[in-house]
């Protein structure tokens, strides 16, 4: 079976750097994702990692580490439109099946 | 990119009556669709793995009795939630695979569901 864990909220203030830490225990791997999703509307991707390190994308960056079943994102100079729920799923051995996290809820303040 | 089209958006219907939720791939072909429930606060939960031109695969505890899924063509699969009760308002979003291989899903809108 699959075991994710988030923080369920988390709150930073616009302009700063908020780091959101996933992690996971599975039967199968293949890679973890990193999607955005508002209330009411549908999951937005983000960001995938297969292999160990870092990835960067503008303000968003991901980091995966496999041995230690564990992934964060990083999001820089916050902006209020990044308050959102953010989910860390993970994907089996030959799959597109996602398993979600239960989310984080962020919430950006002035 | 790859866009699925998922519609109604948002249904209310009374106890008892049947809601059908239609899932399109608009440019691309999708042999897979997921579908998924969301409770309010909760995370997305995979309800079944629908397969072009044969039967769904159905997670554990979802009635397939209840949620029929028909993916009779290669661009559109279907979830109708039959005899809907109050306890099945959730939101239902499908996904699908772009089938060039990449990795992500791509996402439909999702479907509000309120039943009375």
Redesign the interface.
Known sequence: GQNIDQPTEMTATEGAIVQINCTYQTSGFNGLFWYQQHAGEAPTFLSYNVLDGLEEKGRFSSFLSRSKGYSYLLLKELQMKDSASYLCAVTGAGSYQLTFGKGTKLSVIP | GAVVS?HPSWVICKSGTSVKIECRSLDFQAT?M?WYRQFP??????MA?SNEGSKATYEQGVEKDKFLINHASLTLSTLTVTSAHPEDSS?Y?C?A?PGTGE????????T?LSVL
Not at chain 2, 41 to 46: F, G, H, I, N
Not at chain 2, 103 to 109: N, P, R, V
Request: zero cysteines; a positive charge; aromatic letters at 18%.
């Open positions: 998922q897979t997921f606060k909760q995370s997305l939960m995979l793995t939101f979003i996904s695979p990795e992500k899903l791509f996402f439909g809108s999702g509000q």
